[in-house]
């Protein structure tokens, strides 16, 4: 019996009983502490905190604050001013183009009124000089005398040379040599010389 109390497997199962006894007896004893009945439960409610207010305010927050106020009403003028700007150019631009589209209708007109002026012209002068070309050189620089000298130039360039060489020397010769009609005769020729059907 000595021998079986003192071995060590005896003592290893006295030790479990032991213990599993006093577990078991905490456990009877704290029941209901542990497992209470549905009556004596309380049931804690988690209050929501109640939400920050930061009333920190100083000065230059304040200042800042207007600033930027004052800076928002700023651009929203400035860009009101630029959309009322941005209307006003449409409109001009509009305006401009037509004023280009009219201008470019009358010259267009005025163009085609000149070229047929200029063929009026050059058929007028062909008459005058083929009319000319049939009187006495002097008759004709009697009449020249009347004119101005582009108009001279511009009849003398459609008559033939010949008739030309005669109407130059009668201003040359006529009154016995006036110094004037001489300077005239001399400067038409001239300016015959340099003249072209483009000057019509």
Partial sequence: MTRLLSA???LAVMALLIMLG???AAFKLYWHELFPSADKVVVIKREEPAPL???FSS????RLKEELETRLLDLEAKERELEEYEAR??????????????????RDGLLGDIIRLEETEKKN?????KTYGFLE????????KELDDPTVVKILYYMKQETVGGILQEMAVQ?????????????????????SEENV
């Fill in 8 to 10: 060590p497997w005896f």
């Fill in 22 to 24: 006093t577990q078991f």
């Fill in 53 to 55: 207010h930061w009333g």
């Fill in 59 to 62: 000065d230059e927050i304040l």
């Fill in 89 to 106: 150019l449409k409109v001009d631009r509009a305006e401009i183009d037509d004023i280009k589209i009219n201008v470019q209708t009358m």
């Fill in 125 to 129: 002068l062909k008459t005058l000089a």
């Fill in 137 to 144: 050189p002097a008759a004709t620089v009697s009449i020249f």
């Fill in 175 to 195: 009154n016995g040599g006036d110094p004037e009609q001489i300077q005239r005769a001399a400067r038409l020729s001239d300016l015959l010389r340099l003249f």
